[in-house]
């Protein structure tokens, strides 16, 4: 206990040392009023018995106010304490404050930023370091205080330590020191013979709620297995001097046990304070979002006033944008029950994301996590494909009966127009958010993975980002994509891009076109049984799945249109009926009942029958996956499909019904498409800025509402900013060649 109290006493003398002090204001007219009480407490009791020895009053008073700062040293501003490169208390203290840190430094031994085959400058700064942090020096004590220590509860899952980034970044030391804060990666292996640690092993990882290795890309599936420790060293020391050292350190402690470390410490997650130095590009993108943003007011103010104006400028008119987008007013030919649909899908979908930054962030507790998480109910969290799956079946839906309706009016299909029109719907919206993603966003927030979730994520997107423009990003590899949750954005663009062809098909030769799509989407459904069983997939992210299998998966299947085309032919099958099955159709009794049952145990068989692959103890089969990933999409689409076609055609208006027909749903529908492009970014800047473990509690980290209400938000301004402007021009461009054509008619008549 005394030794404590020693240790707590040396801290307050060196908060004497932090500038809190009155040392600068007893040498100038500032009297003695401003001097600490608590500061001299700190120091008087220091006295001993011998009194010979002590300090009196009136001593320490000529003691410090005769103390000269070296004006060279750099100072703080007025707010903050002065910063020395060695503390200006050593002198006085040298005996007790020499005592007191080697019995520190004895029960919690710094790390050596020097051992190991590090470079000569790394040396010589960590030399200069554990000289200070022997005087006590606040810098040093700073990145001393900031390297992650042993924690407790390792046996809880409190593996990830990430020390202090803002204290490690903000030390400024000797011969130009500075701090430098990296996040090293530890990979723990055990001595398979060694039964007594396996167990042991087991509640360090969480029970392997996920596997992964150090050469995973890390940046949007987490490395569960590994271990991430932070260490404040000088930047003078390279990610390969961080490593040197570290292994050094740890081998210390790991000679002759049944336990081996692999490390690795990237360049990219060392990080430095900087100065805020904007790119060019970050310049004209924040220009362009001004630009946007002013816009949008002056068109609302024309708009307000009346003021003749080009239509195309009041196509950003912010009033009109937000009448347009909270009208509850349904579109002509609008299917009502679609809305609800792509509500509950777009909100399970919201939490199965979410569930994946979950596991980002360290957690005191996150054994008792893997064990909440690996029991059968987890299922929501799980099986994120399937809610793809109906956005891509009403995709096909509504683009047949838009294409089937114009064809009876017209007897044609302007494809470039339709085309073109698909283009001015996604595009502006997506680009803005790649621009804000790769030149805004990395600049607006830090934290110990801000590198890996942020940075590394925009430095993708410098180089890939045309392929999001061509809508062929989803083939070059899952863990090479910019924006990667925009995959879908890919799919559906690549099938709607064939869709003329299928709806033609279908309505001009009913019997053979249905033959035809019925094949094509076999055959894309035996591909996703046969690729899945070969390659060991898995589309549902099982409890210990590895991060290997998961990007394998994506690659090789999921983002792939040839393997989706079943739900989407699905849809085309389902909008040429609604086009032509009559608004008083009626089913008989039989066939609602035979209908009803069905599809509600696909639904079923398609949702509960995989929760047992949630299970702790599951163990892969792929025969499983491959069962599931063949006809897992069909269960689940059927029974939306089902509520679609009875209410649209009036057999029904039960509770369902009317749920999935309710009109706040003409909302949420006009912003789905942002939020579907916002949420991983939020997501991720959250991850980025973690600083500290949390205690893992399930309702307060999944229904997170100030998260959610950013996704909410920043969907609205996205929508309002770039999506409803565009459609608004595009309208126009494509109303405006109409208003010609039936004046030229009109003119001919005449």
């Known amino acids: 206990m005394g030794t404590f109290v020693r240790i707590w006493t040396i801290f307050g003398l060196v908060a004497l040392s932090r500038g809190e002090s009155p040392v600068e204001v007893l040498t100038s007219s500032g009297g003695l009023g401003t001097f600490e009480e608590e500061a001299i407490l700190h120091v008087l009791a220091r006295n001993k018995t011998d009194t010979t ?12 106010g005769n103390y000269t700062i070296d004006a060279e040293k750099d100072v703080w501003s007025e707010e903050r304490p002065e910063v020395h490169h060695t503390n200006p208390h050593y002198d006085h203290f040298s005996e007790k404050i020499d005592f007191e840190a080697r019995r520190l430094l004895q029960i919690l031994p710094p790390y050596d930023p020097g051992a190991g085959d590090v470079s000569v400058e790394c040396k010589r700064h960590a030399d200069i370091f554990h000289e200070e942090l022997a005087k006590f020096t606040l810098w040093a004590l700073q990145m001393y205080d900031a390297t992650a220590k042993v924690p407790s509860g390792l046996l809880s899952g409190n593996v990830n330590q990430f020390g202090d980034f803002d204290e490690c970044v903000g030390v400024e030391g000797k011969d130009g020191i500075r701090g430098q804060y990296c996040l090293a990666y530890l990979q723990l292996d055990i001595d398979q013979s060694r039964s007594d640690l396996k167990y042991l092993h087991r509640l360090l990882h969480s029970h392997y709620a996920f596997r992964s290795n ?8 987490p490395r569960f297995s590994s271990v991430n420790w932070a260490i404040c060293t000088p930047a003078s020391c390279t990610a390969q001097d961080v490593k040197a050292s570290l292994q050094h350190a740890i081998s210390k402690y790991t000679a002759q046990t049944g336990l081996k470390i692999s490390l690795q410490v990237d360049q990219n997650m060392c990080q430095v304070k900087k100065e805020f130095v904007p790119s060019n590009a970050t310049i004209a993108t924040s220009l362009l979002f001004v630009t946007v943003f002013v816009l949008t007011f002056v068109a609302a103010y024309y708009d307000h006033c009346k003021i003749p104006a080009s239509e195309l400028l009041l196509s950003f008119s912010l009033k009109r944008n937000v009448l347009k987008l909270f009208s509850l007013e349904r579109p002509q030919g609008d299917i009502a029950a679609l809305h609800g649909i792509r509500f509950l899908n777009s909100v399970l979908l919201l939490t199965a994301h979410k569930s994946m930054a979950v596991f980002f962030i360290p957690y005191v507790n996150r054994t008792y996590m893997g064990e909440f998480l690996g029991k059968p109910w987890t299922v929501i969290g799980r099986a994120a494909s399937l809610y793809t799956d109906p956005f891509i079946m009403l995709s096909g839906l509504l683009t047949t009966y838009s294409f089937v309706g114009r064809l009876k009016r017209t007897g044609a299909l302007d494809v470039k127009n339709e085309y073109l029109s698909r283009l001015l719907r996604l595009v502006p919206t997506l680009g803005a958010l790649i621009l804000f993603c790769t030149y805004i966003m990395p600049y607006i927030g830090s934290g110990p993975q801000w590198p890996l979730v942020v940075t590394n994520h925009a430095e993708i997107c410098k180089r890939t980002w045309w392929r999001n423009f061509l809508f062929i990003h989803n083939y070059f590899g899952f863990e090479n994509m910019c924006l990667t949750h925009t995959h879908h954005v890919g799919i559906d663009t690549q099938l709607f891009a064939i869709s003329p062809l299928m709806v033609l098909l279908l309505y001009k030769r009913p019997k053979m076109g249905a033959i035809v799509l019925a094949i094509v989407a076999s055959i894309s459904t035996i591909l996703r049984f046969y690729v899945t069983y070969v390659k060991d997939l898995n589309n549902y992210v099982y ?13 090789y299947s999921y983002t792939l249109p040839s393997h989706r085309l079943t739900v989407y032919i699905i849809g085309v099958f389902a909008g040429y009926l609604l086009r032509n099955v009559p608004k008083d159709f009626k089913f008989g009794a039989t066939a609602l009942y035979t209908g009803w049952t069905v599809c509600s145990l696909m639904f079923a068989a398609a949702f509960i029958g995989p929760s047992k692959m949630g299970s702790i103890d599951y163990v892969y089969n792929p025969i499983h996956a491959a069962v599931y990933n063949a006809f897992a999409p069909i269960g689940w689409c059927a029974l939306f499909l089902w509520i679609t076609i009875t209410q649209h055609t009036g057999n029904s208006n039960g509770f369902l019904h009317r749920l999935a ?3 706040g749903f ?5 912003i789905s498409y942002a939020i579907y492009l916002t949420q991983f970014p939020i997501f991720f800047y959250n991850v980025g800025q973690t600083r500290t473990a949390e205690t893992f509690e399930f309702f307060k980290i999944m229904l997170n509402i100030k998260e959610m209400g950013w996704i909410f938000f920043m969907s609205i301004v996205l929508t309002l900013l770039f999506d409803m402007p565009f459609q608004n021009i595009k309208n126009y461009i494509f109303k405006k060649p109409a208003l010609k054509e039936n004046i030229k008619k009109s003119s001919k008549v005449e």
């Open 666 to 670: 003409l909302i949420t529908t006009r």
């Open 53 to 64: 020895k002590n300090f009196t009053f009136v001593e320490l008073i000529s003691s410090l």
């Open 214 to 221: 150090l050469t995973d890309p890390g940046h949007r599936v």
């Open 543 to 555: 409890y210990g799945t590895s991060i290997r299998q998961l990007f394998d998966t994506a690659d």
């Open 661 to 663: 027909s309710w009109r």
